[in-house]
């Protein structure tokens, strides 16, 4: 009996850590609700959201949330073509959580490369970089921001993002905890007392 109720309640306590706020695969077209919601099929790849060029420096969204102490957000970052010492990033609520340049047009300059079909009207690079970061958070809303510092238009470099995630870490709050604990030392005792 004893066993069961360990194992309920760390059941129970293994579902509040994490809660996905959003989940995109490129299987599918990503969620709207961006400044911009354009996206684009990338052949086997599937679903991006962009790309754009320098007529769109940025795109941002706003999500509600609630009871987290951090945020964990997670999503493939597109560099594609021309790229010179300019930068890919993500702001969270006005503040940078993440950029990574690119040196110069004729080198993956430290990104991954993908070598399937991919909008690359350009001819070069088609970059990307695989980012997952956490930041503190114990408020009820947060703004994303993804951009880049391109200075062409989207037939000479191009930006993008996909496969976004973003989950919400939370503490269980103290009573879960509580109960969770006296479990663990009920279970603790019963095996002394044998």
Known sequence: MKNILFLM???FTSFVFAVDILLETPAAP???GWTNNEQTNAGVYGYVHGMWGSELPYVERTFAT???TSITISFR???VDSWDNETGYLNFNGSQLWAKAVSTYNAPSGWDTYSGTFPNPWGGYKRYADVSVTTAFTG???TLRFGATINEAENNE???FSNLSISNNVVPE???LFIFCIAL???ALGKYKK
């Open 158 to 160: 191009s930006w993008g």
């Open 140 to 142: 009820t809303s947060f």
């Open 30 to 32: 990503g969620t709207t």
């Open 185 to 187: 030392s009920l279970l």
């Open 174 to 176: 103290p009573a879960t």
């Open 9 to 11: 309640l760390l059941l």
């Open 77 to 79: 970052y597109w560099a």
């Open 66 to 68: 609630s009871g987290q």
